[in-house]
């Protein structure tokens, strides 16, 4: 039995035919309005939606929000304004039943293992934006869910506050026995987090697989893009390639290589000790290039360049069948 | 320069400086000369007069009658308009709305038709229960709750849809049913606009004076308020009407000034 299993229709935003394991942590990605939110939404009963959702077995169809054992932590945290920090933690387990007492334990306890035990009593207007999520992180599993659904937890926090989450929340993840699901837009949330991806894209779930999978053969740009892989479409085919792997010249190149293309170079950005080159053509192509390259290929947007990449830096790989969307 | 940045864009045109003058001397003017002809002296036995105290206490009741029924009553109403989806709700907030402009003589009419002794539902509790509302002190605590109510729906609607919905369904995730949610999360949020809205339909309650004398009638010490007092004792002791007028004006004034330093800050 698995955990989760989902055939959801959400009309006219996203339809989802999926299944997850107990203590699975899924990531959910894809573009803006690929319906990744719509989904978490849909799960909860946020938003109506039709066909069968079951959790450990038990159909969760016709649900009503409340009665639906989930946890959610939003984007912009939504921490209730007018309650502390511990107030915020011991709503769930009050609506529960608890008793006053019994519900402060248990939010402080919750509030201590994401290390925000001493702002207890602060309102949500004096936490920092890493305070606030893990405060809403803690909000979502104090009241015992079964399902964990985190919508874009490190949007809008420092680079280096989203890391030390990541990996707070990583260490609360292992000992998690529900489902988690995470909406991302970070490839690094999907690697470092997940044990399964899901990607969206335009309302369908068009890939899942490990990370490392879904990493290395994507089959959308979206998720290309996220790994930095140039991902193009030959028949039923993919072929993916390194940036690195891409050799850029001035004119048409004489020897071998099967895959060339001339195009119009757009942008130009530093990527660690590379430049990255976004180049368009018939397709649109990365390319990391030397500084000196730059330099001496005179690269500046609108320059008209040449790429290539040798038979031996591309994978090739099937889709997979019905999953297949070019 | 200095901080005077008048100079810089011209003088102010005439043509805009003496009809804003005007305007302000037509509301200022008799403020001041009502304070200026107040018999002060005489302030304390004037007051003191039985019709006074009378007038007094039945304006309190009434209008803190009035603020606990819309308390009680517009609160759940401006809630059901604010979250509620239900068929005529646009319709429904047009008509709740209606009582803001309507003059309030007529407001009494349309309550002595819908409640005089003839009226709609006026007959029947007269008929079955013996009970008659026009002329009586409920008569004008009901006159008060018409014309008020409005403003604090108005309000608190205003409030609960800032608050945002979005709160609602935070606390449905973890598990509020919607009265707990209302409870604990919704009123709480909106509480700025519950006060301000309960000080507008006191303030309102406290000047009421149309929908009362038509609905309520002017007897002392059942129906006659502090306007309908004034209203009377302008024709046969104006000294009296004016000294009354003054404690209106300054508990008016103290309402506004409660109103800007307290709630409306912090709307």
Redesign the interface.
């Known amino acids: 039995m698995s955990a989760l299993e989902l055939d959801l229709t959400v009309p006219d935003r996203v339809q989802a035919t999926a299944v997850a394991g107990r203590g699975q942590v899924i990531a959910v990605i894809g573009p803006n309005g690929a319906g990744k939110s719509s989904l978490l939404r849909a799960i ?3 938003v109506p939606a039709s066909g069968e959702l079951r959790v450990d077995g038990r159909s969760w169809r016709g649900l ?5 054992p ?3 932590a ?1 984007q912009d945290q ?1 921490l ?3 309650l502390t920090a511990l107030e915020n933690v011991a ?2 387990p009050r ?2 039943g608890a008793s006053r007492d019994q519900a402060r334990r248990t939010a402080q306890d919750w509030l201590d293992r994401f290390g925000v035990g001493d702002l207890a009593r602060r309102k949500p207007r004096h936490l920092s934006g890493g305070q606030a999520q893990r405060v809403s992180i803690a ?2 599993l104090a ?1 015992d869910p079964r399902l964990l659904l985190l919508d874009e937890p490190f949007a809008g926090l420092d680079v280096g506050v989203a890391a030390t989450l990541r990996v707070e929340l990583a260490r609360h993840l292992a000992s998690y026995d529900g489902v988690t699901l995470l909406v991302t837009h970070e490839a690094i949330d999907a690697l470092t987090l997940a044990d399964v991806v899901w990607v969206l894209d335009d309302g369908r779930l068009v890939q899942v697989g490990p990370p490392r999978e879904v990493a290395a053969r994507p089959l959308t740009r979206h998720v290309a893009r996220l790994v930095s892989l140039n991902v193009l479409t030959d028949g039923d085919r993919f072929l993916s390639f390194s940036p690195s792997a891409v050799t850029v010249s001035p004119r048409q190149p004489e020897g071998s290589a099967r895959h060339r293309w001339p195009g119009t170079v757009t942008s130009l950005a530093p990527h660690g000790d590379a430049v990255r080159l976004l180049v368009t053509g018939e397709h649109e192509l990365l390319a990391d290039v030397t500084p000196a390259a730059v330099a001496e290929l005179a690269l500046s947007p609108g320059r008209e360049v040449w790429l290539s990449v040798k038979e031996t830096a591309v994978r090739s790989y099937a889709a997979e069948p019905g999953l297949a969307e070019t | 320069m200095t901080s005077s940045a008048q100079p810089r864009l011209g003088r102010p045109p005439l043509v805009l400086l003496v009809p804003g003058a005007l305007a302000a001397l037509l509301l200022v003017v008799p403020l001041v000369t009502l304070v200026a002809d107040t018999p002060w002296h005489r302030l304390g036995s004037q007051l003191s007069s039985t019709a006074v105290r009378e007038a007094l206490w039945l304006t309190v009741l009434a209008s803190v009658s009035t603020v606990l029924l819309c308390l009680l009553l517009g609160t759940p109403l401006a809630w059901l308009l604010a979250r509620v989806a239900f068929p005529g709700r646009s319709l429904l907030r047009a008509a709740v709305t209606v009582p803001l402009v309507l003059p309030p003589v007529v407001a009494g009419v349309a309550l002595v038709t819908a409640l005089g002794r003839t009226g709609a539902i006026g007959r029947p509790i007269d008929q079955w229960f013996g009970l008659t509302i026009p002329y009586t002190t409920t008569a004008v605590v009901i006159a008060h709750t018409f014309v008020s109510m409005p403003f604090y729906v108005i309000s608190v609607e205003g409030a609960l849809r800032t608050a945002g919905e ?2 609602d ?9 919607r009265w ?1 949610t209302f409870r ?2 919704t009123l ?2 909106a509480l700025p606009g519950v006060l301000a809205g309960a000080a507008l339909a006191w303030a309102r309650s406290l000047g009421e004076f149309g929908a009362t004398i038509t609905f309520a009638g002017n007897f002392p010490g059942r129906t006659q308020t502090m306007p309908t007092l004034i209203y009377t004792q302008l024709q046969s002791d104006p000294l009296v009407a004016r000294t009354v007028s003054m404690v209106l004006l300054v508990v008016s004034v103290a309402v506004l000034v409660l109103l800007r330093n307290r709630w409306l800050s912090r709307l």
């Open positions: 909860a009963g946020l009503p929000v409340r009665e639906r989930v946890g959610m939003f939504l209730f304004p007018h709503f769930a609506t529960a909000r979502a009241g | 979005e709160y369904a935070v606390a449905a995730t973890l598990g509020a049913d707990t604990r999360v709480p949020l």
